[in-house]
Antibody, heavy 127, light 110 residues
């Protein structure tokens, strides 16, 4: 059973860089897309970006100028760096695995969903 | 404000049925598949429905999904106390951020 565990500082100073790690256990990090998602207080889920196991990435246009997502397949970890944070970046941050596996046919469909999530880690931006 | 629109809350008595709507546009729900997630406080979000109406292994058939045009619906029948949670819809979007989500719906079992 694949499990994801986010970790990192719970408090970040405004204008500094938020750095989080997601550790993958119980399964392979290969052949999957891995996403970061966040939920600010009182708001819905916001997708931050993803990395493929090969290292290619795609980001939410609204955060693209400040975000870097990377992957270490040897350590089975993915990382999130968000620069120049403000109070608006206070949120619970989740990592999730994307899959396109069809449980009915056992085949890949190209239609992605997030099948495994971490429990999330709370990050507060405050001085 | 979330790209996909969900009602903030729904409620029903145990054993009853609730439906949660998720409204989007042609760039997301209208042309892409919808997935649904359950979030219980303190736990990781759980996948309930993928490809609009398919259940992963282990998800009871009390949970069902449907899609029509630019809207999707999650239905929970035979409501149980453990179904109290927040529910989110998600879909790819071809014009905005690749992934968009709803604001979440809190289900209360009366």
């Amino acid at each position: 059973q694949v499990q994801l565990q986010e970790s990192g500082p719970g408090l970040v100073t405004p204008s500094e860089t938020l750095s989080l790690t997601c550790t993958v256990s119980g399964g392979s990090i290969s052949s999957h897309y891995w996403s970061w998602i966040r939920q600010s207080p009182g708001k819905g889920l916001e997708w931050i970006g993803y990395t493929y196991y090969s290292g290619s990435t795609k980001y939410n246009p609204s955060l693209k100028s400040r975000v870097t997502i990377s992957i270490d397949t040897f350590e089975k970890q993915l990382s999130l760096r968000l620069r120049s944070v403000t109070a608006a970046d206070t949120a619970v941050y989740y990592c999730a695995r994307e899959s396109d596996y069809d449980f009915l046919t056992g085949r890949s469909t190209g239609n992605y969903y997030m099948d495994v999530w971490g429990k999330g880690t709370t990050v507060t931006v405050s001085s | 404000q979330s790209v996909l629109t969900q009602p903030p809350s729904v409620s029903a008595a145990p054993g009853q049925k609730v439906t949660i709507s998720c409204s989007g546009s042609g760039s997301n729900i209208g042309n892409k598949y919808v997935s649904w997630y359950q979030k219980v406080p303190g736990t990781a979000p759980k996948l309930l429905i993928y490809d609009n109406n398919k259940r992963p292994s282990g998800i009871p058939d009390r949970f069902s999904g449907s899609k029509s045009g630019t809207s999707a619906t999650l239905a929970i029948t035979g409501l149980q106390t453990e179904d109290e949670a927040d529910y989110y819809c998600g879909a790819w979007d071809t014009s905005l951020s690749p992934w968009v989500f709803g604001g979440g719906t809190k289900v209360t079992v009366l």
